[in-house]
Structure formats: C-alpha cells, structure tokens
C-alpha cells in the first residue's frame, strides 16, 4: 500500500501495521523522497458497505453507503402502493367538509356525539 507523504506529497511506502479494530488497522509510513525523510503513522478505516458480505462478522456494522441508500429508499417508494385520497371516505372520518388524511403530525378528528 502507497500513500502520498503529506508534506511533499511523494508516495510514501507503509513499513508495517496492525489490526486496530474490526474495522481500523494502524501503521508506519516513509516517504520515499529521501530530501523530505518524514515518517509518520497512518490509520485506515473501513468506510461503508456498498454490496454486504456473504460472510458477516456480526461484530462489524457497517453503515451502507448514503448512495447505495438512498436507491433503495427510491425503490421502495416505487413499489409502495399509492395513496388513494380522492377515495377517502369523508363521512367515515367523523368530519364534515374537510377531509383528514392521517398523519403523524396532525391532530385527530373530534370526536362528534
Ligand atoms: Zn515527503
């Protein structure tokens, strides 16, 4: 694995690193630009997953992608049922001249009688 030197953006090559976590490892870096020398520590983690794993390991959640997401919420709002509101039946709701579509934010009907 190659990575640039931050100070003169050289590649720089990583010597060594460790399992940190399920999801994090940790290691040494040189860069390869002998007038700089730096050295430093490099920590790599695991972002999102973007196609899950035939094999999880139930230690590890990862959070999709808010792209791979986001499509999926798409697909199922098109697969839901649509909203039938011209159906509604006014008279069932208990209210006379404006019709209630439940929600959560709203106020229920009064309760006539
Ligand atoms: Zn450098």
Not at 46 to 54: D, M, R, Y
Not at 55 to 74: A, G
Request: net charge neutral; proline share 11%; glycine share 6%.
């Amino acid at each position: 694995m190659k990575i640039q030197c931050p100070h003169c953006e050289c590649w720089s090559r990583v010597t060594s690193s460790h399992k940190a976590t399920d999801t994090a490892r940790t290691g040494y870096a040189q860069c390869t630009n002998l007038a700089c020398g730096h050295t430093f520590t490099i920590t790599v983690t695991v972002g999102f997953t973007l196609s899950p794993s035939a094999q999880p390991n139930p230690r590890v959640l990862l959070p999709l992608s808010p792209t791979i997401t986001r499509q999926r919420l798409t697909d199922q709002m098109r697969m839901a049922p649509h909203a039938d509101v011209a159906g509604l039946d006014v008279a069932s709701c208990g209210l006379s001249g404006r019709p209630w579509y439940p929600d959560l934010f709203d106020d229920p009907p009064p309760q006539s009688g």
